[in-house]
């Protein structure tokens, strides 16, 4: 295939994806957030339809996988019981139906109620590392796409960084976050203040995700 845009290379991710033989929340996930970002683009109009269903469908499977506490588990056959969640998988997961329910789609109310519990829950927890800060910045994020007032959260978060000079998170995503986090709290000043520390050529590596 050839195009002067560069969403011809989601057609092959999209390929790549809808092949991957593993089924857990993180890929259900990637397989359908390349086709959300491309649904509305002209070059993919005749697959819609067929977007719209594989959208649908992962909203659905998502629903069957969340824990009573509002968290999304990693393999569908632990749904219905208290097992401990994979953090970012059900981070992932409810960002992918924060850009669903905001695009138009179906999003269960319950899903996502459920969900910002588990997320108002998660930012109060104690960080010890980056992994911790890395993901309590993105669920404050993600809480904030929610139209929700995070100040109180992200206060608490950063003088815990400013505290723990051992966490290395100012080259990180979690800069990243916290600027968006700023920005949609109309707060630009600190948004480009956090931006400034991220340098990606020089970035930590998140060796999990």
């Avoid at 505290?163 to 707060?187: C, G, R």
């Amino acid at each position: 295939s050839a195009s002067k845009s560069p969403l011809i290379l989601l057609v092959g991710l999209n390929d790549y994806l809808e092949n991957y033989p593993y089924g857990c929340t993180e890929q259900l996930v990637s397989k359908t957030l390349p086709l959300m970002a491309m649904a509305k683009d002209a070059q993919f109009a005749k697959d819609a339809t067929d977007i719209k269903d594989k959208i649908d469908y992962t909203i659905q499977m998502l629903a069957q996988r969340q824990l009573s506490n509002g968290s999304i588990s990693y393999w569908p056959s632990m749904a219905g019981a208290m097992n401990e969640s994979d953090n970012f998988a059900t981070l992932y997961a409810l960002h992918f139906l924060t850009e669903a329910k905001e695009q138009g789609y179906t999003v269960p109310s319950n899903l996502m109620g459920n969900g910002v519990a588990y997320l108002k829950e998660f930012v109060t927890q104690d960080v010890t590392n980056i992994n911790q800060a890395r993901m309590q910045a993105y669920a404050i994020y993600l809480l904030t796409r929610q139209e929700l007032v995070t100040t109180n959260y992200l206060t608490h978060l950063l003088l815990t960084l400013d505290k723990n000079k051992d966490i290395k998170w100012k080259n990180d995503i979690t800069s990243v976050y916290i600027a968006a986090t700023y920005q949609l709290l109309k707060n630009d000043s600190e948004a480009l203040k956090m931006l400034q520390f991220f340098k990606p050529e020089n970035s930590i590596i998140d060796e999990d995700h």
